[in-house]
């Protein structure tokens, strides 16, 4: 999903940062796997889009990764057709081999789950259709239950959890970025990595100034946290990244909506043009050739 997206730091030898309360107290996150900056595409269904994309990435993307997104919902995971997302929801037995085994490839599952969904449950399926090569999982919810991410974790600790931040978890702390960042603090030791997603791949254009004010306000908070911005994104619209670029160094992104055509089928090239072009933006000093990289 494209996304505002957030990595806790490793853990220092005292075991986390100190807890407390109030607007800019350093509070205990921790992580159990990191997450790396990263290109995002999501809305894959087939193995040969995920092969297409990354022969045309470059050899040598310093300090990034592509991040292969793949939709899942309630409906799918329990073997039943989304009407609304049928070219961008494959079939959950066929999720495991569209993940590539490529040493640029951050393989990730983005699971819209409803608030009666037993939650935990569902996480540990995902993971288990997912296969090996399963890097990270996002959880799109509106501040879903920490009792539920507690017991996934308990479970299974080698795969990154990424909490997605959408229109009704912004409108639940009232929009103000303080108060969503000192939310934040619920899911300490739970969480992996925060996405803010207000377009939820709709191709709705992120406000850039917006963006700023929580990147700066969470940056504030809880200092040393990766950070990234979505929304909207594709090859015509990276103008919106630039701005921030220089301002956050490691800024992950990522993008859906705009990588489609008018039929909602997902269009390689354009997601190739838009790796291409954000790369240029956010590793400026990356290059070489594409379609070189072996696989793993």
Sequence with gaps: MPCFFLRFSPLPAGGGRERGEGP????????????????????????????????SVPDRVAGRRIMIGVLVSERTLHGRAEPRGANRLPAVDQIAGIFADHPLALNAIHLYAPGEAP????????????????????LNAAWPPPAALRAYR???????LVLQI?????????????????????????????????????GIPFDTGMAGTFLEAIRAAHPGLGLGV?????????????????RFPGLSIDAEGRLRDAGDRFVPARAAEYV????????????GRSGTSPAC
């Design 230 to 246: 979505a929304g909207g994104l594709g090859p015509e619209t990276l103008d919106l990244v630039a701005p921030l670029a220089g």
């Design 119 to 138: 939650l935990a449950a569902s996480l540990r399926a995902v993971t288990e259709l997912a296969g090996p090569r399963l890097h990270a999982l996002q």
């Design 166 to 202: 959408g229109k009704a978890a912004i409108a639940a702390v009232k929009g103000s970025p303080e108060s969503l960042a000192r939310r934040l603090t619920d899911y300490a030791g739970l969480a992996d990595a925060i996405l803010l997603d207000p377009s939820g791949g709709r």
């Design 276 to 287: 291409r072009r954000a790369l240029a933006i956010l590793e400026p000093g990356s290059g």
């Design 24 to 55: 800019g107290v350093r509070c205990l996150l921790r992580y159990s796997q990191p997450v790396d900056p990263y290109v995002g595409v999501s809305g894959f269904t087939a193995d040969w889009q995920v092969s297409d994309l990354l022969r």
């Design 154 to 160: 308990e479970e299974v600790s080698s795969v990154g």
